[in-house]
């Protein structure tokens, strides 16, 4: 059974930091791409951060310099360390796991962690 688990969210004041984790299991952890998402109330889920099987990673505008992925594939986790942090990034946090085949792919989700930051 695959599992995604996301951990780390809160409340925290403008400016402020906080990491977030993602503990998979089921899965080839280290043959997966992994994201972070987030989704506002009555918006759509857009990609935050990527980083690839190989660590090459990628990030939405609204967040380069700020946001930072990174992976730890002994410890089957993602992270995403959130500094800077403003109230426009208030939103649920989910983290995504896709292995891409010749033919087949996975997709899979996380249920999601609450970020919220006050002005």
């Known amino acids: 059974q695959v599992q995604l688990v996301e951990s780390g969210g809160g409340l925290v004041q403008s400016g402020g930091s906080l990491r977030l984790s993602c503990a998979a299991s089921?899965?080839?952890?280290?043959?997966?791409?992994m994201g972070w998402y987030r989704q506002a109330p009555g918006k759509q889920r857009d990609l935050v951060a990527g980083?690839?099987?190989?660590?090459?990673?990628n990030y939405a505008d609204s967040v380069k310099d700020r946001f930072t992925i990174s992976r730890d594939n002994a410890k089957n986790t993602v992270y995403l360390q959130m500094n800077s942090l403003k109230p426009e990034d208030t939103a649920v946090y989910y983290c995504?796991?896709?292995?891409?085949?010749?033919?087949?792919?996975?997709?899979?989700w996380g249920q999601g962690t609450q970020v919220t930051v006050s002005s």
């Open positions: 980083i690839t099987s190989g660590g090459i990673t």
């Open positions: 089921g899965i080839i952890f280290s043959s997966y791409a």
């Open positions: 995504n796991a896709v292995y891409r085949g010749l033919k087949i792919e996975y997709d899979y």
